[in-house]
């Protein structure tokens, strides 16, 4: 995470979207700002990057039998999820502004191939 980042969001982005009860990633279109997946980044939230990727864990813990699972991509960035989902978007930077995007498609498949639990 960096600090003093302003994060936009595209209207309307096609989204990456693991689910951590059962590790399915999956491919959300043109998700609304109305989406619940915004609204639960009202109070804010952490963010990572991968390459191109921005990562933002789902910010509300949520209960399971393991509370904390961490999730690896590609053995170099490791992700403690205490919430229910991670989404992934494309993003551009222009100096403190990260522009939030569409997820591009190699990205998505780069994502499906390399994901895992630790």
């Known amino acids: 995470m960096e600090s003093d980042i302003l994060i936009a969001f595209d209207f309307e982005p ?11 990633i999956s491919w959300l ?11 639960r980044l009202n109070d804010g939230f952490d963010y990572y990057f991968f390459n191109n990727i921005l990562i933002i864990p789902d910010p509300i813990p949520s209960p399971r039998l393991n509370w904390n699972k ?3 991509i590609k053995d170099v960035l490791e992700i403690d999820c205490k919430g229910q989902y991670l989404t992934f978007f494309h993003f551009e930077k222009n100096d403190n502004i990260l522009f939030a995007k569409s997820l591009t498609l190699p990205e998505y498949i780069f994502l499906k191939d390399n994901i895992h639990i630790k």
């Open 29 to 39: 279109n043109n998700i609304d700002k109305n989406d619940e997946i915004f609204k």
């Open 14 to 24: 096609s989204i990456g979207f693991l689910e951590i009860e059962n590790l399915e």
């Open 70 to 72: 961490t999730i690896s």
